[in-house]
């Protein structure tokens, strides 16, 4: 009986955390953009070799991206040289758990677009996911590693990509009652979340 009531509850947690990405998207989608181009924009500075923590939520600014609707936070590049790299570490959005191959959670997937000092988009960066494991003192997130090499790189605005993908090679970590398994599995990209960044300047 009492493994019957886990797996209900561990459905119900399955339903609950689609429901509530869908619920999020579709709030997404109702509001107001902020502006009508990035040139816009309220810029803060993004200083290098420092570790900064954004969080999108349904309370941060949208804009309407070539790739959709999306929740963002705009940096400018002070003294950055022609060369820079970006690491992003994104976390859950609520505790992780993993049934069979199936999840209970989401996390943002990060879109980084690179504009000249005429806002003019240079590139959209793209970066693998890496799931690192949690630890003591790190909780269980994926990690992704961006760069890009052009002078004329003045600004940086990151957003979400809500998309819906596989990743094959996050083999994620569940400990229970019989020890420690990897499960493979399919997790909701949400439009909002919690991201670490850290910016470094090469030559």
Not at 86 to 96: G, P
Request: hydrophobic share 35%; proline share 2%; aromatic share 12%.
């Amino acid at each position: 009986m009492n493994l019957r009531i886990a797996l209900a509850i561990s459905v119900l947690f399955l339903i609950g955390c689609t429901s509530t990405v869908k619920k999020d998207v579709s709030k997404l989608n109702e509001t107001n953009v902020c502006c009508t181009s990035a040139s816009d924009f309220k810029y803060t500075s993004l200083s290098p070799n420092k570790e900064t923590t954004i969080k999108l939520t349904s309370k941060s600014l949208s804009f309407n991206f070539d790739s959709g609707k999306s929740y963002f936070k705009p940096f400018v590049l002070k003294n950055t040289q022609s060369k820079f790299t970006l690491i992003i570490k994104s976390y859950f959005n609520n505790t992780f758990s993993i049934v069979g191959g199936d999840h209970t959670n989401s996390f943002l997937k990060p879109q980084v677009l690179v504009y000249d000092s005429q806002f003019k988009l240079l590139c959209n960066l793209n970066s693998a996911a890496k799931y690192i494991e949690p630890t003591w003192t790190t909780d269980g997130h994926f990690l992704f590693n961006y760069s890009y090499s052009n002078e004329r790189a003045k600004y940086l605005v990151i957003t979400a990509n809500t998309e819906n993908l596989t990743y094959s090679n996050a083999r994620l970590k569940e400990s229970g009652n019989y020890g420690i398994s990897y499960h493979t599995t399919k997790i909701d990209h949400s439009p909002k979340g919690k991201l670490k960044v850290i910016l470094s300047n090469g030559s």
